[in-house]
């Protein structure tokens, strides 16, 4: 009796854990298939993050649709009439470009009516216009400074003054380059994407030797003498600024030392906000992700910073208060919405989250037009209850840790603390 105890025992303890291996394969069947469905829908379907109005309607229709800014409509009376079919064209050519007129005429003893002999008149003219490419021209340039002497004084004085005329010092000390052709050279580079390799075919093509060495050698002494300086300008005057925002971005470096090709390097972005009249945007490149960089780059800002959940803006100093991006958290709701067959999403926890994050939206909408301090008093009026909302509803959300919507919910209750930041003045952003 005993033993037959002990096997049953034995078999109910190997069926629990068979119910629980169950459970646990069914719940990572759901996550692939979520993950399958998201990759589908990444590839292949609309990279908009918009949602439809059965989903907005979750909260109100019309609010969802009004727009307060909007001024009122005029009412007027429009004849019957007929539009003209024109070819859309995106070609256009700017106004004040130069006009080079050629006149196409016959010759004088050619101007005779064949038929009478009489002379020929100018009684109409054909028009047509063409786009005319002239190629880059280069030129010496020789600057030939003028030295002065006074006759009188070397007939009569024991010391002759000597002038010379001003003349403006060369861009590049001891090199021929002149600020017309290193920002040609760069903007080549930089903004058309053209390698310095490949500059050098065009300017053999030419006929000017110019080696790559040089141009490079070019541009990194006209940054350090010229931009550098302007950079660090414009950089105190980011950091005087009482709000920022901040991202990082991944980007990868040939050559760079002690690195492999393929390892992660970052850019790092800071710029002034919305409520600047002049705006700053500066980059910072860093070979790694460390907090270190961005409390080295805002040392000597105190104020707000805008940033995603990056635990890395969460170790600045005191002074500075990280105010966290409401569009990272409904992009994460809205993930976990594209997982589900289309049937189930309007009624699922994923479009109410994305509910709840389109209506803080349209309310920042509404306040656009509005003063920083009428703002603030709005925010607090219409935005602090609704996310108080969200924040009980998220409390009562029963996702699993492992799903996209679980992760949503978790992302929304650990960074509280920063989504809620835009709440605590008028200027800051959503």
């Not at 020789?142 to 004084?153: D, E, G, L, P």
């Not at 080549?188 to 994407?193: D, G, H, N, P, R």
């Not at 209506?359 to 306040?367: D, G, P």
């Amino acid at each position: 009796m005993e033993t037959r105890e002990i096997s049953v025992e034995k078999l109910l303890g190997i069926i629990e854990e068979k119910d629980r291996r169950i459970a646990e394969l069914e719940q990572q069947v759901q996550w692939f298939m979520a993950q399958i469905r998201l990759a589908k829908h990444r590839q292949f379907g609309a990279s908009s993050e918009q949602t439809s109005v059965e989903q907005i309607n979750l909260f109100n229709e019309a609010e969802a649709t009004a727009d307060l800014t909007a001024p009122e409509p005029l009412l007027t009376k429009v004849k019957t009439h007929y539009r003209k079919r024109t070819r859309l064209t995106t070609d256009k050519l700017p106004e004040d470009l130069p006009v080079e007129v050629i006149e196409h005429e016959l010759p004088e003893n050619e101007r005779v009516c064949p038929d009478c002999g009489g002379e020929l008149h100018t009684m109409d003219r054909e028009t047509r216009e063409e786009l005319k490419i002239i190629p880059a021209k280069a030129v010496i340039v020789r600057h030939v400074r003028h030295v002065y002497s006074c006759r009188n004084c070397q007939e009569t004085s024991e010391h002759t003054p000597i002038v010379k005329a001003d003349m403006p010092e060369p861009v590049i000390k001891g090199g021929f380059a002149s600020p017309e052709t290193i920002a040609h050279i760069a903007s080549q580079k930089f903004m058309m994407a053209s390698p310095l390799y490949r500059q050098e075919q065009e300017w053999k093509q030419n006929g000017i030797l110019l080696s790559r060495q040089t141009m490079s050698n070019w541009l990194i002494k006209a940054c350090e003498d010229w931009l550098e300086p302007i950079y660090e300008k414009m950089k105190f005057r980011l950091c005087g600024h009482d709000v920022l925002h901040g991202d990082e971005t991944v980007l990868q470096v040939l050559k760079e030392p002690g690195k492999t090709a393929q390892s992660k390097s970052y850019m790092w972005l800071f710029r002034t906000s919305g409520e600047a009249k002049h705006q700053i945007i500066l980059y910072d490149y860093q070979p790694d992700r460390k907090h270190t960089h961005p409390v080295e780059f805002l040392k000597g800002f105190s104020g707000y910073l805008h940033a995603d959940g990056y635990d890395g803006y969460h170790k600045l100093p005191e002074n500075i208060i990280v105010v966290g991006c409401w569009a990272h958290l409904r992009r994460k709701f809205f993930d976990a919405l594209k997982t589900l067959p289309k049937d189930k999403q309007p009624d699922s926890n994923a479009a109410k989250g994305v509910a709840y994050c389109d209506k803080l939206f349209y309310f920042e909408k509404q306040f656009a037009l509005l003063t920083h301090e009428n703002r603030l008093k709005e925010l607090e009026r219409l935005s602090r209850p609704l996310i108080d909302e969200f924040y009980d509803w998220i409390r009562h959300l029963n996702a699993l840790p492992n799903t996209l919507l679980g992760k949503a919910a978790h992302y929304a209750q650990s960074q509280r603390k920063y989504l809620e930041g835009y709440l605590l003045d008028g200027r800051l952003e959503i």
